[in-house]
């Protein structure tokens, strides 16, 4: 079974501060991670993915997640918050299933930002 | 660029009432997902088409929801009778690929359907 925790229900920095929102896993198999934001009532957006290869993994917005294996992490960061970036963030683990691959996620991190 | 489409984006019933949410994924997409988001929770996933076939409806509770993919493209999923704790946003998402893996099938959402239930 997979399953993914982020600390934090919400997050508030100033615009221009650094954003860091952490995201911990557990997984039986080598995991796949994902991290999805959400503005209010509005679906998902994917923000960036890591599967293999580099651990550094960067997406859209200006943000960035490192994988650490070790410390079973998958932390998001960027450097200058900016107003639009309020909005909540879910990070999601994948397993393969018989037709393909399924998400679970977790129960989210509200970002807030301030002037 | 293409969007998953759902309607309503917003529901408001009576407890025993059915009710029922439309979704057209993207284009020539094979699989598509439907998933429940209560407030203040991630998604979590309710069923899984592969085409028109159910790969994974392990979380659906089968005794009041239902969900069909006719013909491989679009699909409805009905609630009958909905009960006060089915509030909640229910989001559908497609990708690609038959039997993708996450390195190369991203999920794309639909904007969901918040349903509310008094």
């Known amino acids: 079974a997979q399953s993914v925790t982020q600390l934090g229900s919400h997050v508030s920095v100033s615009e221009g501060a650094l954003v860091l929102l952490r995201c911990n896993y557990s997984?039986?198999?080598?995991?796949?991670l994902f991290w999805y934001v959400q503005y209010p009532n509005q679906g998902l957006q994917l923000l960036l993915k890591y599967t293999t290869g580099a651990t550094l993994v960067k997406g859209i917005n200006g943000f960035e997640a490192e994988f650490k294996k070790s410390e079973t992490s998958f932390h998001l960061t960027k450097p200058s918050a900016h107003m639009s970036d309020a909005a909540e963030y879910f990070c999601?683990?994948?397993?393969?299933?018989?037709?393909?691959?399924?998400?679970?996620f977790g129960t989210g991190t509200q970002l807030k930002v301030e002037l | 660029e293409a969007e998953v489409a759902q309607s309503p984006r917003y529901k408001i019933t009576e407890k025993s009432q059915a009710v029922a949410f439309w979704c057209d994924p993207i284009s020539g997409h094979a699989t598509l997902y439907w998933y429940r988001q209560i407030l203040g929770q991630g998604p979590e996933l309710l069923v899984q088409f592969q085409d028109e076939s159910v790969v994974d409806d392990s979380q659906l509770p089968k005794d009041r929801f239902s969900a069909e993919r006719l013909k491989g493209v679009d699909s409805t999923l009905k609630i009958q009778p909905a009960e006060l704790g089915d509030s909640a946003m229910y989001l559908c998402a497609s990708s690609l690929r038959r039997g993708g893996s996450p390195s190369t099938d991203t999920q794309y959402f639909g904007p969901g359907t918040r349903l509310t239930v008094l």
């Open positions: 997984s039986s198999v080598p995991p796949y």
């Open positions: 999601a683990v994948s397993a393969i299933t018989g037709g393909g691959n399924k998400l679970t």
